[in-house]
């Protein structure tokens, strides 16, 4: 019995002196900031800085490998520390000790949620051998707050984001531009009342009044000085002539002298003009005479011709005073008929102006279409709503964990994906997705799984995503799978092709395309990508395009 008991203070003595040593070695540690817990497969060994940490809070874990020149080494990528995030991978480093080398890898280690938890073992290819880290526990410690002093707040209120500045006003200020400039040529060269010229004010003036400024322009020409007594005698009698055919016979332009004088003697005997004999034969003897002088080169003297013309403008006086005045009725036709021109003259206006409108409005869209295409120009007046959402402010951001970088027209919503009761513990999945009704739909999908397997099967993984369609009620599914390398060097499979799906609420189906990225990773992780779209939208085909060109999923290294 005693011997037992000192058996006893012996294992108590020892095990006090091997925790004074625990404390030692931490303390040294402690001073050089690290706390490294080694474990070592003869020639890889790993470490953690703290076992340790709070919410958040990073530790750092190292792999090292010793090594020739001669050996490929390749440390492990990707998620493969779950359930720890690595949110960082750094280079490797490298120390030459004699003969061989050290190779240090580091990677920066976080949770978010209380606990222990377990690093689990790290795969490491030194040539062609495999060598795995032992496992390592870290316990994960809640923040604690002091509620005596540091007070509680009521969560803030969601504050709602606006969308960035587009150019739109730059377009509109320049749309308003073109239309002020267009309106004021339309009313400066159409609507606007013009000042009238000489001729249009002659125009408006009585026949009467016409007739007297003509006598008295020609009076200031220089035929007599100049002898010239065709081109006199031509608009004397023009001057009466036009006065004639305005007010009393409306051929007396064309008629010959003959035919005018018969027409005024016919006209007087049916008392249609109250003219006097010497009246008619004043003026065919002046007429006659410019004949003489106008075709017969007859030369009268240059008193007569004046004589002629005072002549003229007495008869211009009798003529007037021969015509009786016109009765209400005409003067009503007169006014109805000014109203009349007055009228056809705005319509020729409005013809004018929207003549011109249609012709700038259909010239702009012929040299929109002939730039841009036909089709983009219609569905740009009318409105397309897949034009809209390519031509929008497009958001490119990470969606679930291991991240999935993505660029799409709109943030993609997180979708509620129930897990079967016989699946739940086993793993994890976040759905995010957008759908525009009929046209386009995007989903992005992480499943991770608690326990990772020998291998997991992408093909799997596809004909769940067909299932999927099917039961949405698509129809008719085309497939073809090829491999696809995203634009940061991930590799995985995509698989694309035609189907029909439903109208919602209808029996109509549409005809669609679809396409779907898998990518698998350290035997637990499942991301994928789901696209569809209708068939023949040129701008769905374009978004898509885009979309599929941006996604990332981050390296190791990264």
């Known amino acids: 019995m005693k011997k037992k008991h000192l058996n006893i203070k012996e294992s108590r003595i020892k095990n006090q002196e091997s925790r004074r040593s625990y404390l030692f070695g931490k303390q040294i540690l402690s001073c050089l900031f690290f706390l490294y817990s080694f474990v070592s497969f003869g020639q890889v060994k790993s470490a953690i800085d703290s076992t340790s940490i709070k919410i958040g809070e990073q530790i750092t874990y190292h792999i090292q490998v010793e090594t020739d020149t001669t050996s490929l080494v390749v440390f492990p990528e990707g998620q493969s520390f779950t359930p720890l995030e690595m949110i960082e991978s750094y280079k490797v480093d490298t120390l030459k000790n004699k003969d061989k080398y050290n190779l240090i890898k580091k990677y920066g280690l976080t949770q978010f949620d209380s606990g222990k938890y377990t690093i689990p073992r790290q795969k490491v290819i030194i040539g062609n051998k495999t060598f795995f880290t032992d496992s390592l526990k870290v316990e994960v410690n809640n923040v604690l707050v002091d509620t005596t002093k540091q007070g509680l707040y009521d969560i803030k209120p969601i504050i709602e984001v606006k969308k960035p500045s587009s150019n739109w006003w730059k377009y509109l200020l320049l749309i308003l531009l073109i239309i002020s400039i267009v309106g004021f040529l339309l009313y400066w060269f159409i609507w606007r009342q013009k000042p009238l010229s000489e001729e249009e004010q002659i125009a408006l003036l009585p026949p009467y009044d016409r007739a007297k400024l003509a006598l008295k322009k020609l009076d200031d020409s220089p035929y007599l000085e100049n002898e010239n007594l065709k081109d006199y005698y031509s608009d004397l009698t023009f001057i009466i002539r036009k006065y004639l055919d305005e007010k009393v016979y ?72 021969a015509l009786p005045e016109p009765t209400e009725e005409e003067k009503l036709l007169d006014e109805k008929y000014r109203e ?34 036909f089709s983009y120009v219609k569905d740009t007046i009318i ?73 997991l099967d992408i093909t799997q993984a596809i004909e769940g995503n067909l299932k999927t369609l099917e039961s949405r009620g698509a129809k008719n599914i085309l497939t073809k799978n090829e491999k696809f390398t995203t634009p940061n060097g991930a590799e995985g499979v995509k698989t694309h092709g035609t189907l029909e799906y439903p109208i919602e609420n209808t029996n109509n189906y549409i005809s669609g395309n679809y396409t779907s990225l898998s990518f698998t990773s350290d035997n637990k992780v499942v991301q994928q990508i789901i696209l569809t779209w209708k068939q023949g939208d040129v701008y769905a085909d374009e978004i898509m395009e885009r979309v599929l060109n941006s996604v990332e999923l981050k390296k190791a290294e990264e």
């Open 383 to 455: 409105g397309n709503d897949s034009i809209e959402l390519l031509e929008g402010d497009w958001v490119t951001s990470e969606y679930g964990f291991p991240p999935i970088t993505i660029t799409t027209p709109e943030v993609l919503k997180r979708i509620e994906t129930p897990i079967p009761n016989e699946l739940q513990g086993q793993m994890k999945i976040n759905t995010f997705g957008f759908e525009q009704k009929a046209r386009i739909t995007i989903v992005v999908s992480n499943t991770v799984l608690t326990q990772a397997q020998d291998s």
């Open 250 to 321: 409306d051929r007396a332009l064309e008629s010959t002298t003959d035919e005018l004088i018969s027409r005024l003697k016919l006209l007087k005997d049916g008392n249609q003009v109250d003219l006097s004999n010497d009246d008619i034969k004043n003026l065919e003897s002046i007429l006659k005479r410019a004949d003489l002088v106008k075709f017969a080169k007859s030369a009268p003297d240059v008193e007569l011709a004046k004589l002629d013309r005072n002549t003229i403008d007495i008869e211009i006086d009798h003529v007037k005073e």
């Open 340 to 373: 009349e021109q007055a009228r056809k003259k705005k319509r020729n206006k409005i013809i004018l102006t929207v003549a011109i409108a249609l012709f700038l409005l259909i010239a702009t869209f012929v040299s929109f279409s002939l730039k841009y295409g």
